[in-house]
């Protein structure tokens, strides 16, 4: 599967701001979809990740509260939604997809994802 993450930009500080996740090769309702991303100098971090079935999301504490991540299966889209943005959110969002049977221990590992998208970056200026 090949997945691609866009809707990346920079933004003011309290700003919100959109991604997008696609899929192409089989359908996103196949995989698990984890957001995760990278600034400079940095290891690539968890965000935010929706399990294939079940409507079950998992957030890391940086974002909880202010990123929402849904998936609309008929547009094969999963989205970031992200809100109260934050100069430290400024990275590479990158998306990927997992089928791995342990999600739920394994959600926020960057292992348990097979195939990644090219990241898009966001930039929050103070």
């Known amino acids: 599967v090949q997945l691609q993450a866009f809707g990346g930009g920079l933004v003011q500080a309290g700003d919100s701001l959109r991604l997008s996740c696609t899929t192409s090769?089989?359908?996103?309702?196949?995989?698990?979809i984890g957001w995760f991303r990278q600034a400079p100098g940095k290891e690539r971090e968890f965000v935010a990740a929706?399990?294939?079935?079940?409507?079950?999301?998992y957030y890391a504490d940086a974002v909880k509260g202010r990123f929402t991540i849904s998936r609309l299966n008929a547009k094969n889209t999963v989205y970031l939604q992200m809100s109260s943005l934050k100069p430290e959110d400024t990275a590479v969002y990158y998306c990927?997809?997992?089928?791995?049977?342990?999600?739920?221990?394994?959600?926020?590992?960057?292992?348990?994802?097979?195939?990644w998208g090219k990241g898009t970056q966001v930039t929050v200026s103070s």
């Open positions: 990927a997809a997992s089928t791995t049977a342990s999600y739920s221990g394994l959600y926020d590992n960057v292992g348990s994802y097979a195939s």
């Open positions: 090769g089989r359908a996103v309702s196949n995989y698990h």
């Open positions: 929706k399990r294939r079935s079940g409507d079950v999301s």
